[in-house]
């Protein structure tokens, strides 16, 4: 079987994914689901895929790191930004220095490069993985907002310090002042270069739009080719890739608030990002789960790097990795609450102690994932002089082991936590309070554009005048009618008016209906194309949607 006939079952089984997770009466985890499915796609396939691992690592982490920048919720991670930089960074080192160590002496036989490469390596968290065990209880909007920040900034720490272990396994050589100064220029030009190209590429986008007007399917497939270039740009200037995605990301979220994309094209925008999210994460956990029994395959030569005898070990090993990760973040973790608890009584501010339970929580939402596998399998195949990559079978099994025991312990351990009591974080009211705000601003700014755009649709005829005032008049009562009940028109005008609306609307859904049955009947017949069906299917879509909404 060819790799393009596996690829094309493996999206086939993340979308099987989405529909086994929704009918099955008991709580399963999309990424388990997916794994699973990955292996039985390996038991029935004769040919597993195949990808370069520096192939396999641009292909999946520029969009996903650029999205994550994009979306991600900057007022909460500057609210949070102590613990969230702490946990990112501080976290992040903290794990592969004290993991690190408990690797090489557990397997003295991997050297002492390869163990920082895989600590660093199963640093990173997955908080999409997360997400999906927490669906069915909810964890707290704010805890969240501070996993996705830590996800976002730990994804290019981690592998940062990934990339610098897998050199120092290369060259045999670690300076830390030549490291230093390479960290400092990684860091400086994978920024620029992301920022560069997303302002490059926002401007060419308002230049075309401006000079030959905006084609949708143009403006989106340039969006989702951004991250790429941003990436190869960066490493262009052997700068950052990873960074220079996620600075990207952050870029096209403060580009997106000027607004200048057409509507259709920022909706259609969303639905194909939203669909490559969901495509690109689950075919890297159904891989995970293709490749595993290849990589369980290999635990006998993984047996023999790491000078054991069963491969029983390499699974001991595993778990112990998985402890040991789980108490570096949990010690972590609460030093950090216990400090910004002490600053806050220096202070003389009122904090509320998380709790316990709380932190619990925290430490088992790191689960590894997607970042951690696509790392792990982007190890070089050979060193410079040509000679095997030491340990490299032993470290890609192991991180995929601890993938698969944080992803179980957190689909048994978390509902059980979110389930029981004491496990509100203080969110407060300010996000609700602006967004409240900001919709009333916002219905008062409409209000008076409407009504001076009435105002110069002045006619001396009767009639025409009569028409322009009650449309006038209707559009701004939708609006008044979305304020508070005090602001609300007031008057039997506006009474019957809203009553209109009901009516209407209900009179608007018959005629929507009647219009989808006329062409679908129309199209059965052949009186009219299907190309034809669909583009007067999706005028009436869209129509009922804009009426709705």
Request: proline share 4%; with cysteine; aromatic share 8%.
């Amino acid at each position: 079987m060819h790799s393009i006939d596996v690829v094309l079952i493996m999206l086939l089984a993340v979308i099987a994914s989405s529909y086994v997770t929704r009918v099955s009466p008991i709580p399963l985890p999309v990424p388990l689901v997916q794994i699973g499915l990955g292996v039985l796609i390996s038991a029935v396939t004769t040919k597993t895929a195949e990808l370069d691992p520096h192939i396999f690592f641009f292909l999946f982490l520029p969009p996903l790191l650029f999205l994550d920048g994009w979306r991600i919720p900057k007022a909460g991670l500057f609210h949070d930004k102590v613990i969230v930089v702490g946990l990112a960074f501080g976290l992040v080192f903290f794990t592969v220095i004290g993991a690190g160590y408990v690797i090489y002496w557990l397997i003295p036989a991997m050297p002492l490069a390869v163990a920082f490469a895989l600590a660093a390596v199963v640093s990173p968290t997955d908080p999409v993985a997360v997400s999906s065990i927490v669906s069915r209880g909810p964890m707290p909007k704010r805890l969240m907002h501070i996993l996705e920040g830590e996800s976002l900034l730990n994804d290019a720490a981690g592998l940062l310090c990934f990339n610098f272990a897998v050199l120092a396994a290369m060259t045999g050589a670690f300076s830390l002042h030549k490291a230093s100064l390479t960290f400092a220029w990684l860091v400086a030009a994978g920024l620029a270069a992301g920022v560069g190209v997303t302002l490059g590429v926002a401007y060419l986008q308002r230049w075309l739009s401006r000079h030959w007007g905006e084609e949708s399917g143009a403006a989106i497939l340039m969006n989702l080719l951004t991250p790429f270039g941003a990436y190869l740009f960066a490493e262009l200037l052997h700068g950052s890739g990873i960074l220079a995605a996620v600075s990207a990301g952050i870029t096209m979220s403060y580009v997106e608030m000027t607004g200048r994309a057409l509507a259709i094209t920022r909706v259609q925008r969303a639905a194909v990002w939203d669909m490559v999210r969901f495509a690109l994460n689950g075919i890297m956990f159904v891989l995970l789960g293709e490749q595993l029994p290849a990589i369980v395959g290999n635990a006998a030569a993984a047996v023999n790097e790491v000078g054991q005898r069963s491969s029983l070990w390499l699974i001991v090993y595993a778990l112990v990795i998985t402890v040991i990760l789980g108490v570096l973040r949990y010690a972590w973790v609460w030093m950090s609450l216990q400090a910004l608890l002490l600053r806050a009584r220096l202070t003389g501010q009122e904090v509320q102690h998380p709790g316990s339970r709380i932190v619990a929580i925290m430490s088992l939402s790191g689960v590894r994932g997607a970042i951690t596998l696509a790392g792990v399998l982007s190890l070089p195949l050979f060193l410079s002089d040509g000679t095997p990559f030491p340990a490299r079978d032993s470290a890609i099994f192991l991180a995929a082991v601890v993938i698969l025991f944080s992803l179980i312990a957190a689909s048994v351990l978390l509902p059980w936590l979110l389930g029981g009591p004491n496990v509100t974080v203080p969110e407060g009211t300010e996000e609700e309070r602006e967004e409240e705000a900001a919709f009333r601003e916002a219905a008062c700014a409409a209000i008076k554009a409407v009504d001076d755009a009435g105002r110069g649709l002045v006619t001396d005829d009767a009639l025409e005048a009569e028409l322009y005032a009650q449309a006038v008049l209707r559009v701004i009562e939708t609006y008044k009618f979305r304020l508070t009940p005090e602001e609300a028109y007031v008057g039997s005008d506006g009474q019957s008016l809203r009553a209109a609306d009901r009516i209407e609307m209900k009179l608007r859904i018959a005629a929507w209906e009647a219009e989808r049955r006329t062409l679908q009947a129309l199209a059965r017949n052949g009186r009219i194309s299907d190309v034809v069906l669909r583009r007067l299917m999706r005028k009436i879509d869209f129509a009922e949607e804009i009426h709705r909404h």
